[in-house]
Nanobody, 120 residues
Framework: VQLQASGGGLVQAGGSLRLSCSPS????????IGWYRQAPGKQRELVAG???????NYVDSVRGRFTISRDNAKNTVYLQMNSLRPEDTAVYYC???????????????WGQGTLVTVSS
Protein backbone atom coordinates (compact mmCIF):
# COMPACT_ATOMS: atom_id res chain seq x y z
CA VAL A 1 0.00 0.00 0.00
CA GLN A 2 1.42 3.39 -1.01
CA LEU A 3 -0.05 6.25 0.99
CA GLN A 4 -0.68 9.83 -0.02
CA ALA A 5 -1.15 12.48 2.66
CA SER A 6 -2.67 15.78 1.60
CA GLY A 7 -4.45 18.83 2.92
CA GLY A 8 -1.63 20.68 4.61
CA GLY A 9 -1.10 24.39 4.29
CA LEU A 10 -0.67 27.69 6.08
CA VAL A 11 -3.29 28.68 8.63
CA GLN A 12 -3.53 31.23 11.41
CA ALA A 13 -3.66 30.16 15.02
CA GLY A 14 -7.18 29.13 15.93
CA GLY A 15 -7.92 27.99 12.42
CA SER A 16 -8.69 24.56 11.02
CA LEU A 17 -7.36 22.15 8.44
CA ARG A 18 -8.42 18.69 7.34
CA LEU A 19 -5.77 16.23 6.30
CA SER A 20 -6.52 13.24 4.11
CA CYS A 21 -4.71 9.94 3.75
CA SER A 22 -5.45 7.83 0.69
CA PRO A 23 -3.69 4.92 -0.96
CA SER A 24 -2.37 5.16 -4.48
CA UNK A 25 -3.00 1.45 -4.73
CA UNK A 26 -4.83 -1.03 -2.55
CA UNK A 27 -7.36 -0.41 0.18
CA UNK A 28 -7.08 1.11 3.64
CA UNK A 29 -10.01 -0.75 5.20
CA UNK A 30 -8.02 -3.71 6.62
CA UNK A 31 -5.43 -1.42 8.18
CA UNK A 32 -5.08 0.62 11.30
CA ILE A 33 -3.97 4.13 10.41
CA GLY A 34 -1.77 6.43 12.43
CA TRP A 35 -1.12 10.11 11.94
CA TYR A 36 2.34 11.23 13.01
CA ARG A 37 4.05 14.60 12.86
CA GLN A 38 7.61 15.83 12.87
CA ALA A 39 8.45 19.39 13.76
CA PRO A 40 11.80 20.93 12.77
CA GLY A 41 14.54 19.62 15.00
CA LYS A 42 12.26 17.20 16.79
CA GLN A 43 11.53 13.50 16.60
CA ARG A 44 8.50 12.20 14.82
CA GLU A 45 5.62 11.73 17.24
CA LEU A 46 2.24 10.10 17.21
CA VAL A 47 -0.75 12.42 16.93
CA ALA A 48 -3.74 10.12 16.54
CA GLY A 49 -4.65 6.68 15.31
CA UNK A 50 -7.68 4.70 14.28
CA UNK A 51 -8.19 0.96 14.24
CA UNK A 52 -9.63 -0.85 11.25
CA UNK A 53 -12.85 -1.04 13.27
CA UNK A 54 -12.96 2.71 13.82
CA UNK A 55 -11.72 3.08 17.40
CA UNK A 56 -9.82 6.35 17.75
CA ASN A 57 -6.87 7.25 19.95
CA TYR A 58 -5.25 10.63 20.56
CA VAL A 59 -2.25 12.04 22.33
CA ASP A 60 -3.08 14.45 25.13
CA SER A 61 -1.81 17.51 23.29
CA VAL A 62 -4.43 17.20 20.53
CA ARG A 63 -7.33 15.52 22.31
CA GLY A 64 -10.44 17.65 22.01
CA ARG A 65 -9.00 19.60 19.07
CA PHE A 66 -8.25 16.90 16.50
CA THR A 67 -10.60 14.22 15.21
CA ILE A 68 -9.53 11.17 13.25
CA SER A 69 -12.07 9.34 11.13
CA ARG A 70 -12.22 6.91 8.27
CA ASP A 71 -14.53 6.58 5.29
CA ASN A 72 -14.01 3.11 3.89
CA ALA A 73 -16.32 3.84 0.96
CA LYS A 74 -13.96 6.62 -0.09
CA ASN A 75 -10.89 4.66 0.95
CA THR A 76 -9.70 7.66 2.97
CA VAL A 77 -8.74 8.48 6.54
CA TYR A 78 -9.10 12.07 7.72
CA LEU A 79 -7.55 14.15 10.45
CA GLN A 80 -9.71 17.15 11.23
CA MET A 81 -7.61 19.70 13.08
CA ASN A 82 -9.35 22.56 14.88
CA SER A 83 -8.08 25.29 17.18
CA LEU A 84 -4.65 24.99 15.66
CA ARG A 85 -1.67 26.34 17.56
CA PRO A 86 1.79 27.38 16.38
CA GLU A 87 3.20 24.33 18.14
CA ASP A 88 1.16 22.13 15.79
CA THR A 89 3.45 23.22 12.95
CA ALA A 90 5.05 20.11 11.49
CA VAL A 91 5.13 17.72 8.59
CA TYR A 92 2.26 15.30 9.08
CA TYR A 93 2.53 11.69 7.95
CA CYS A 94 0.00 8.92 7.75
CA UNK A 95 0.99 5.31 8.23
CA UNK A 96 -0.78 1.98 7.85
CA UNK A 97 -0.32 -1.10 9.96
CA UNK A 98 -1.99 -4.38 10.68
CA UNK A 99 -3.19 -3.35 14.15
CA UNK A 100 -3.48 -0.09 16.07
CA UNK A 101 -0.23 0.70 17.83
CA UNK A 102 1.47 3.72 19.34
CA UNK A 103 4.85 2.44 18.11
CA UNK A 104 6.17 3.55 14.75
CA UNK A 105 7.81 0.20 14.19
CA UNK A 106 4.39 -1.45 13.96
CA UNK A 107 3.42 0.53 10.87
CA UNK A 108 4.46 -1.03 7.57
CA UNK A 109 3.54 1.71 5.11
CA TRP A 110 4.16 5.46 5.27
CA GLY A 111 3.05 8.41 3.20
CA GLN A 112 5.34 11.21 2.07
CA GLY A 113 4.02 13.82 4.47
CA THR A 114 2.17 17.10 4.17
CA LEU A 115 3.33 20.35 5.74
CA VAL A 116 1.13 22.18 8.22
CA THR A 117 2.23 25.67 9.23
CA VAL A 118 0.34 27.55 11.92
CA SER A 119 1.16 31.24 12.23
CA SER A 120 0.72 33.17 15.45
Amino acid sequence: VQLQASGGGLVQAGGSLRLSCSPSGGTLSPHAIGWYRQAPGKQRELVAGISHGGSANYVDSVRGRFTISRDNAKNTVYLQMNSLRPEDTAVYYCAAGRLWSSFQRDYDYWGQGTLVTVSS
